[in-house]
């Protein structure tokens, strides 16, 4: 059964600490690992889809990254506007169109 | 373009009483989701669909029904809604092919009480 962990729940940062998300994960053959970001009382927003392990992405002051068992959301210098909830999820090989979200991780940054 | 639009997103009902929650998309997707997402579980995914008049279980089935009839709208029914289905719940689609295969897009979700 595929699973996701992210880790830390959450995490408070000053503006500009720089911080990583971890976001673990098992699955029967990696289709593709996604990072959204959810605002309070909205839907997901898609960031990131990594494919294979070593790829990496970058978006503003955030940039993704891939191994064979985890993926990284590394926050550079971050603002009081990144402050949301991060969400990792898998798709594996098994013949499923369907996503597995992990629980989410709730980022606060203080100005 | 709209992306993805939800019906209603408030909504309260009492035990027993039935409903249907619509989603529409103007991307042409192929695919469509319904999720819910409540405190501590995540999102989980309840039906889905991988083709106009076609829909497949998901993780969390019981209570709900789905019907995708055309294209571009995928409805979410409660026929006796119980207070365990008090949620936020989304829907989401995604393309078929190509780079961006599978990449899911969310709605803005319609969050349901049952009292």
């Known amino acids: 059964e595929d699973q996701v962990t992210q880790s830390p729940e959450a995490l408070r940062l000053q503006e500009g600490e720089s911080s990583s998300l971890n976001c673990s994960y098992t699955?029967?053959?990696?289709?593709?690992l996604f990072w959204y970001r959810q605002d309070p009382g909205k839907g997901p927003e898609f960031l990131f889809t990594?494919?294979?392990a070593g790829e990496e992405k970058e978006k503003e002051r955030l940039k993704a990254t891939l191994t064979k068992k985890e993926s990284f959301l590394h926050i550079t210098a971050p603002k009081p506007e990144d402050s949301a909830t991060y969400l990792c999820?898998?798709?594996?090989?098994?013949?499923?169109?369907?996503?597995?979200f992990g629980k989410g991780m709730k980022l606060t940054v203080n100005p | 373009n709209a992306g993805v639009t939800q019906t209603p997103k408030f909504r309260v009902l009492k035990t027993g009483q039935s409903m249907t929650l619509l989603c529409a998309q103007d991307?042409?997707?192929?695919?469509m989701y319904w999720y819910r997402q409540d405190p501590g579980m995540g999102l989980r995914l309840i039906h889905y669909?991988?083709?106009?008049?076609?829909?497949a279980k998901g993780e969390v089935p019981d209570g709900y029904n789905v019907s995708r009839l055309k294209k571009q709208n995928f409805l979410l029914g409660l026929e006796s809604a119980a207070p365990s289905q008090t949620s936020v719940y989304f829907c989401?689609?995604?393309?078929?092919?190509?780079?961006?295969?599978?990449?899911?897009?969310f709605g803005p979700g319609t969050r349901l009480t049952v009292t």
């Open positions: 989401a689609s995604s393309p078929l092919g190509g780079r961006h295969s599978y990449e899911q897009y």
């Open positions: 699955v029967s053959g990696l289709r593709g």
């Open positions: 990594l494919y294979s």
């Open positions: 999820a898998v798709q594996g090989q098994g013949g499923s169109e369907k996503l597995v």
């Open positions: 991307m042409n997707h192929e695919y």
């Open positions: 669909s991988v083709g106009e008049g076609t829909t």
